[in-house]
């Protein structure tokens, strides 16, 4: 075994202004000397939705390089991680505060961050390119999530990706996205022969916007409390079924999600332009709640 190092870490609270809401985030502030396995052994040990591990930047455009990893698998890009990094990196005074704004290197490429200064700052982050995939059948979609083919609105599920593939599937009401579930044989059912790798967003419309729920048995996420990479998507995809109550220019929307699992999540969207032509903001509040250390020796290699 090599020397015990320690490494120390914060969990914040994403998508929330209450301490044990919105989504956990284990953010690690200096992760430069951790290779990828053990990113993802402390991931799995950590067992959040997502854990994040900051680096030296490889650009000079990025105030620094972010590794996301769940309990399962390395995302190319993810939301909450994004927006709970950002908030402890301006909180350890890592990156300066009065710029309103900087970019975070991730697997997917920049990403840039706007901070909202407030008695409590909200931050955003621009959405990066969509991707639009097949569309699955309605009544096998039903099926999979534990429902019957009228809780369905009479929109084809779809998928959706900004560095995550997402099958989004809209419902009638609240009461059918608090029934419904899907386990990793459902999901697996669902992406049939397909090789990628994929999560499922349900939600129904309100007058807000949203209320929704998501899974991802596939990469060790029973249940997701907050999803900023599905939101922007979630946008563009209710935007082009008429599924939004207003869609004007500079809209702003909401997304609640996590209140059935107990983790209410508020994920808000700003529309730019009109209908989002000049790109989807996702953005939030962060609440701080652990500072602690991991303390263990990284075998020799």
Not at 100 to 115: C, Q
């Amino acid at each position: 075994m090599g020397r015990e190092h320690e490494y120390r870490y914060r969990v914040v609270d994403v998508f929330t202004e209450n301490p044990l809401e919105g989504n956990a985030l284990a953010v690690f502030p200096d992760a430069a000397s951790l290779d990828a396995t053990t990113m993802q052994r402390i991931a799995l040990e950590l067992n959040l939705a997502e854990s994040a591990f900051v680096l030296p930047p490889t650009r000079s455009d990025c105030a620094a390089r972010v590794r996301i990893f769940t309990p399962a698998k390395e995302m190319r890009f993810a939301g909450h991680p994004t927006i709970g990094t950002a908030f402890v990196l301006l909180d350890e005074g890592l990156v300066p505060a009065h710029t309103g704004g900087f970019s975070l290197e991730e697997n997917i490429g920049p990403v840039p961050v706007r901070v909202e200064t407030g008695a409590r700052p909200m931050l955003w982050l621009r959405t990066p390119s969509m991707e639009t995939g097949r569309c699955y059948d309605p009544s096998l979609c039903a099926s999979v999530l534990g429902l019957t083919p009228p809780d369905l609105l009479d929109v084809a599920p779809q998928k959706l990706s900004a560095g995550n593939p997402t099958i989004f599937v809209a419902l009638r009401d609240r009461l059918a996205v608090d029934r419904a579930w899907l386990d990793l044989a459902g999901m697996r059912q669902l992406r049939g022969a397909d090789a990628e790798l994929a999560c499922v967003f349900v939600f129904t419309p309100t007058t807000e916007g949203a209320y929704s729920r998501m899974f991802a048995p596939e990469y060790g996420v029973a249940e997701d409390p907050a999803t900023g990479s599905s939101t922007g998507p979630l946008a563009a995809f209710m935007i082009r079924h008429g599924l939004l109550a207003n869609s004007s220019s500079g809209t702003r929307l909401l997304s609640e999600q996590g209140t059935k699992m107990g983790r209410r999540s508020l994920v808000h969207v700003h529309l730019r332009g009109d209908r989002g032509a000049d790109g989807i903001e996702i953005g939030g509040h962060v609440t701080p709640l652990v500072t602690a250390t991991m303390r263990f020796a990284v075998p020799r290699r």
